[in-house]
């Protein structure tokens, strides 16, 4: 397996251009709380009893990838998972599992257009199209740059 400093220079050659990574910014985050939402409104067993065992599962899974690559961006993505679970959760008792998926389907098609137009601009082709793990690693590229500003090692 390829260590976080490759995941993320490799992540970093496709994602150059200024715009294209203030793009990232913005649509990085709200394609994964999209996701996490989609997950939130999955039916689950009465035993449960609960929204979003679905989410919860696939954060774990993602998550267990992220503690693998480091142990600072898995805390970090742990951070990052209990606020877009969170967000979910309120949001899924204020408007329901329907209008929750409604607005998570919005969303993720409007942050994917966002990302395809920074991809035209920066004139390279999205990392996830070379290798789907991509998709994980985009969150967590951001993060590292949030923790490369406040000089803590991931």
Known sequence: MRDV??????????????????IHWVCVPLILWCVIAA????????????????????MFLAWTFYWRLSRVIGLGMLAVFVVFGFIAHLAYAALGAMHLLVLAGVLFVIAWIGQFIGHTLEGRRPSFLTDLAYLLIGPAWLLGKLLARARIAY
């Open 39 to 58: 997950l939130w409104v999955i039916p689950v067993p009465r035993a449960f009893a609960q929204p979003g065992l679905w989410a919860g599962v696939a």
């Open 5 to 22: 400093q490759q995941w993320f220079e490799n992540y970093g050659n496709d994602h150059r251009d200024a715009r294209n990574c203030a």
